[in-house]
């Protein structure tokens, strides 16, 4: 088809999660509540780290930090539209913004997983080579580390926005979902898009179970690498936040992408789960069983209230 047949469909209809307006608004409180802990506890995380200068050292704390920067990103991408939408019934979306938004929720998605699998190397380095650590994980490298896991993002977002807007749309134009992404998206294409399908899973899928199976592997790795029952217990406990942050993102993104774009009734769970309520566990992940993140914040709150209390004086 022509260019001009691409683009019969200006907009598209997101179909959300109900068509009653009591529990719309019951959801409109609900997800409010959800996104606002994300950014409560996401920037409480990067202010605590910018502000206390012995977490602002570590690289491990400096990653914690950009982590919890792409969760503000990666939630902001898709919950204010949906939270609009919880209050308008036509729950309308344009075909540009669609494409954008479905571009950057892949960018800051595969930018996550790319830096949670440098994170998995951090861990190992700091447990299986500690006199060597702070060598290996140099500021310059972790800075090299975060600015790859971004420009990997951009690279796979890029090949799945082509590959989309390359489709022709002209005929059906509600997207099963609460937000834009490319499985519900090419299912309302006018052509075939079977070959388009397996090339998006190669890519989506390839990145999200790979990084899943690297991530395991060097935890795995270290266990078995220490022989004490002392020091395997204090590994259990430092990894412990970071398999429960793995499990919580990759299981639905596994579940999405690395199968063929068929619908499933719990789809639109999934993506909550990796789209609103993982960014919002991820603080209270770390910061729960994080010894040293508690006392940052607690130090930073306690100067805090020294700081306003000589003002009002």
């Known amino acids: 088809m022509d260019e001009n047949q691409t683009k019969v469909v200006r907009e598209f209809i997101l179909a959300g999660f109900s068509q009653t307006q009591s529990i719309e608004t019951g959801l409109f409180v609900l997800f409010l509540l959800f996104y606002v802990s994300t950014w409560v506890g996401n920037v409480l995380i990067m202010i605590t780290v910018v502000y206390d200068n012995r977490l602002n050292s570590s690289p491990m704390y400096f990653l914690l930090g950009n982590l919890s920067f792409l969760d503000l990103c990666y939630s902001t991408v898709t919950t204010p539209k949906l939270l609009a939408d919880f209050l308008d019934n036509e729950k309308l979306i344009p075909y540009d913004q669609c494409i954008v938004q479905l571009f950057f ?4 998605g595969a930018a996550e997983m790319f830096l949670l699998t440098v994170m998995a190397y951090d861990r190992y380095a700091a447990i299986c080579r500690p006199l060597h650590y702070t060598t290996i994980m140099s500021r310059g490298l972790c800075c090299v580390l975060v600015a790859a896991s971004w420009m990997g993002g951009f690279v796979h977002s890029t090949v799945q926005t082509i590959l989309t807007v390359r489709l022709p749309f002209c005929g059906p134009n509600q997207v099963d979902n609460f937000f834009c992404d490319v499985p519900p998206v090419i299912k309302l294409a006018c052509a075939d898009t079977f070959a388009i399908e397996l090339l998006m899973v190669s890519n989506s899928g390839l990145i999200s179970t790979s990084s899943f199976v ?4 060097s935890y795995a790795t270290i266990l078995v690498r220490i022989r004490s029952k002392e020091g395997r217990q204090k590994a259990l406990s430092t990894c412990g936040s970071y398999l429960m942050v793995v499990t919580l993102f990759f ?9 063929p774009f068929s619908t499933f009734s719990v789809d639109k769970m999934v993506s909550v789960l990796y789209n609103v309520i993982t960014p919002m566990l991820n603080p209270l992940i770390y910061t729960l069983r994080n010894k040293e993140v508690k006392s940052a914040m607690r130090k930073l709150w306690d100067r805090s209230g020294l700081t306003w209390k000589k003002q009002e004086t």
């Open 214 to 217: 690297v991530l395991v592997s």
């Open 251 to 259: 299981g639905p993104c596994i579940f999405i992408y690395a199968r």
């Open 105 to 108: 929720l892949h960018v800051v």
